[in-house]
């Protein structure tokens, strides 16, 4: 019944941009893992992509329905393996970081929103007081995906798995159906992926 009412929300409001400011939150202390030797702008090596991956199709799969943002098959196969790496190392699932990463920013390595969230998962320069090192750059690739996918980690925590409310708090808009249904209905339209039978 819930989800049905937060369709229903989304379907009566109109669409706007979705950069609202994320706030300031201790994180749990599961959660402050950050190895800044491993953080920059290079992307996951095959290797590292490679013990981790138990479908060798997600890629392959993943990188053609990319391809409309990125069409650069090598930039775009790195971007997916880092993607794939950073969520799995959150826990997190990586066709919902793609989705939180398209309504965020478009795939967009520099975007900034009018808050000054930066990166491909709008990442606001607070965060790197609390879980990073001020030598970080949010414009880095490995850096960005690490800080996002460990955020939303912390928000499902928070909110014992709830995904609508940590959505919900990632965008700093907690409470309003717009936000996390979008996010669901690309990873449900778009990035949707089902191992293939053996």
Known sequence: MYQLTAVLLFLLLPITAYSNVQRYEHLIISTQIFTQADINDIAVTHQEY?????????????????????????????????????????????QLVLSVIQVESGFRKYAISHAGARGYMQIMPFWIETIGDEKHN?????????????????????????????????????????????????????????????
């Open 50 to 94: 490679a013990r981790l991956v138990t479908d060798n199709a997600w890629l392959s799969v993943m990188s053609e329905r990319l391809k409309r943002f990125k069409p650069d098959q090598s930039e775009r196969e790195s971007f997916l393996r880092t993607v794939y790496y950073e969520a799995a190392r959150a826990g997190l699932d990586p």
């Open 138 to 198: 949010l414009f880095h690739l490995r850096v960005n995906l690490r800080y996002g996918c460990m955020i939303l980690r912390h928000y499902l925590n928070k909110e014992n798995g709830d995904y609508f409310r940590a959505l919900g708090r990632y965008n700093g808009s907690l409470g309003q159906a717009t936000y996390p249904q979008l996010v669901f209905d690309i990873l449900h339209g778009t990035w949707h992926y089902s191992q293939p039978a053996v």
